[in-house]
């Protein structure tokens, strides 16, 4: 039994297209964002400490951090599905890029974008981050080239964890001249379980409208 705590505008989108590419039944729960300060509120807060999205209860289990549930989820209901098995020639593969979205790549993207919001970086850490912003979707970018999927020859749950990122960089405007990251995003967003995933959690990013 998986119960989605799924926060407006977020992370939680994910799991949400996951369970609809898997044909998995759960059960969601929806929050809101405060309207000012755009953080969750104490409604996810009483079902985790941090207050994150996304958080789940799988099978008894409370979980919070995408990659983690990602893999569970897989591991526990894929059936073989959206990952390359134990073992394969892929596995390191996968793993790597799953967790690559939100150990290396979410951080500066989103602190780089969220910038402008909260009165800039600052000079003296402005390079430091933009530097890491570039370095980081230019590896992406290389790594796209082409290719269909982030991994192998095959969607998996690797290409969900990454694409919220990549949302987030396409709404940024940092995808302008990186077509691969651009066109890998446009292909992702075209699936039908991304499209089922906004119409029943809303866009991820607000302005984009879905
Ligand atoms: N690394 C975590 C990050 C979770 C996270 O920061 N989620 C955001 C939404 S995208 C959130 O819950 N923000 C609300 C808040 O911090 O108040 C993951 O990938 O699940």
Redesign the pocket.
């Known amino acids: 039994m998986i119960t989605l705590h799924h ?1 407006e ?4 989108t994910r799991i949400i297209w996951l369970l609809e590419e898997l044909g998995v039944e759960y059960e969601m729960v929806r929050h809101q ?1 405060h309207p000012e300060t ?3 509120q104490a409604d ?1 807060a009483a079902i985790h400490p ?5 958080t789940a209860i799988i099978d008894g289990n409370l979980m ?4 983690a ?1 990602i893999e569970y989820i897989l591991e526990q209901y894929g059936e073989g599905k959206l990952a390359p098995a134990p073992g394969s020639n892929d596995r390191a593969e996968f793993l790597e890029w799953l967790h690559f979205a ?1 150990g290396t790549l ?1 951080n500066p993207v989103i602190v780089q974008m969220l910038a402008p919001r909260f009165g800039g970086l600052g000079e003296g850490y402005a390079p430091f981050v933009e530097g890491e912003v570039v370095k980081l979707l230019d590896y992406v970018e290389h790594h796209l080239d082409n290719r269909e999927y982030i991994v192998g020859d095959s969607f998996s749950g690797a290409d969900i964890n990454i694409m ?1 990122v990549i949302e987030l960089a396409m709404a940024a405007g940092m995808l302008a001249n990186r077509p691969a990251c651009a066109d890998y995003g446009k292909r992702m967003m075209a699936r039908d379980g991304y499209r089922k995933a906004i119409e029943l959690g809303g866009p991820v990013v607000p302005s984009l409208g879905g």
């Open positions: 926060l505008y977020s992370r939680s964002r755009m953080r969750a996810l941090l207050a994150k999205a996304p919070m951090e995408s990659g549930i939100e979410a919220y």
